[in-house]
Each structure stands twice: as C-alpha cells, then as structure tokens.
T-cell receptor, first 113, second 115 residues
Framework: NAGVTQTPKFRILKIGQSMTLQCTQD?????MYWYRQDPGMGLKLIYY???????DKGEVPNGYNVSRSTTEDFPLRLELAAPSQTSVYFC????????????FGNGTRLTVT | TQLLEQSPQFLSIQEGENLTVYCNSS?????LQWYRQEPGEGPVLLVT?????EVKKLKRLTFQFGDARKDSSLHITAAQPGDTGLYLC???????????????FGQGTILTVHP
C-alpha cells in the first residue's frame, strides 16, 4: 500500500516554463488536495477535488490548474512559472472529507529561477 | 477567511523538559487536527479532536480542544530528541458548514530537542 505518491521530488524551472506535478493515491479516496508550503506560512490550499470530474479553487489558485479524470490521479499544472511559485508542493487525500485526516505525499520541491 | 495563529514559531529545549504549543483563532472549527512533519516528508496526523473541551493523550503528548472550539494546545511531557520536528495544527471547516475536508493550517512550530 503506497498511499499518496508524488513525482518528481525536485524540479528546477526557468521563468515562463510549464510543468505538471503528478499525484496518485491507491486508497480509493474521493477527496484530494494540493497544498503549497512556504517557510513560516504553514500550508495553503491551492485546489481540491471531491471526486472524479469535480475540482474547485482553494485559497491560492492563481497560476495553477488541475484536473481529476480518475479517482486515483490529481495532477497540478503550472503554466508560465514565476519565482513566486518557488515552494514545496504537497498532494493529500482523505476518505470522508469533513474532519477526516489527510494523507500526504512526500512533496515536490520546486525552484523557479 | 479563517485564520489559525500558532505559537511559538520556534522552540529549542533540552531533553526532559516540558513544552506547550498553542493554536488560536477567532473562528469556530468543527475539528482540530495536529500533524507532525519531518524534513523531506509530508505531515503525518497525530490526533483529531472534535468536541469542545476534549482532551486526548498519545503517550507523552496531550492535546486539548478549547471549550468554544476556537483554540487548541499540544503539551509534551519530558521531551525527547525523537520529538524533534515541525508541528502543525489544522482547523476543519466552520462548524455546521460544508468544508469538503478543507483544512486551515497554522504557521507551524519547529521543535528542537537537544540531548
């Protein structure tokens, strides 16, 4: 049981480049989330999904896009990367949503230069 | 917008000391979760408290949810070097609201326990 798997672990992008952060979970969870973590700022929600085909914006969605074609996968797309998107990105899933614990992947450390 | 203020931001103590981390808000939360994160890994859930005034114990860790469900604390007794890490509190949606599991995180407390 792998849980939540994120790839890649590290990536360096030049300003204006695009990339997709991959996230997959094998726990059959309906709810999936993307957070970014910056030093001293906790985690901020970027996008979330309550099931295949359903996505919605979180607190900091600008510059990002997501899709949810299957229950297992929830990729995060960065278009036109900017230095402000330098961060550690975490994907998470939960079984029931409200008050359920989040299961996190090990993160992707992204640097935009 | 719901905010969670976590304090202190940094804590450096000697093995065997006790410590308390606080998580405060002006908003009411349906639940409060505490996570621990180690370098290079994602946060891992320690505990969820859902009832005002609830106290939960996990070995040397004691978690409390405020009576009004606006604040929480984490108390560690006789800290050990293995307790070193980043501790995060997270509030689950406004009471009675539809939150879809979205959490509001505090800024985190970096705890270092020296042998």
């Amino acid at each position: 049981n792998a849980g939540v798997t994120q790839t890649p672990k590290f990536r360096i992008l030049k300003i204006g480049q695009s990339m997709t952060l991959q996230c997959t979970q094998d726990m059959n969870h309906n709810y999936m989330y993307w957070y970014r973590q910056d030093p001293g700022m906790g985690l901020k929600l970027i996008y979330y999904s309550v099931g295949a085909g359903i996505t919605d914006k979180g607190e900091v969605p600008n510059g990002y896009n997501v899709s949810r074609s299957t229950t297992e996968d929830f990729p995060l797309r960065l278009e036109l990367a900017a230095p402000s998107q330098t961060s550690v990105y975490f994907c998470a899933s939960s079984y029931r949503g409200k008050d359920s614990p989040l299961h996190f992947g090990n993160g992707t450390r992204l640097t935009v230069t | 917008t719901q905010l969670l203020e976590q304090s202190p931001q940094f804590l450096s103590i000697q093995e065997g000391e006790n410590l308390t981390v606080y998580c405060n808000s002006s908003s009411v939360f349906s639940s409060l979760q505490w996570y621990r994160q180690e370098p290079g890994e994602g946060p891992v859930l320690l505990v969820t408290v859902v009832t005002g005034g609830e106290v939960k114990k996990l070995k040397r860790l004691t978690f409390q949810f405020g009576d009004a469900r606006k604040d929480s604390s984490l108390h560690i007794t006789a800290a050990q070097p293995g307790d070193t890490g980043l501790y995060l509190c997270a509030g689950g949606g406004s009471a009675g609201g539809t939150s879809y599991g979205k959490l509001t995180f505090g800024q985190g407390t970096i705890l270092t326990v020296h042998p």
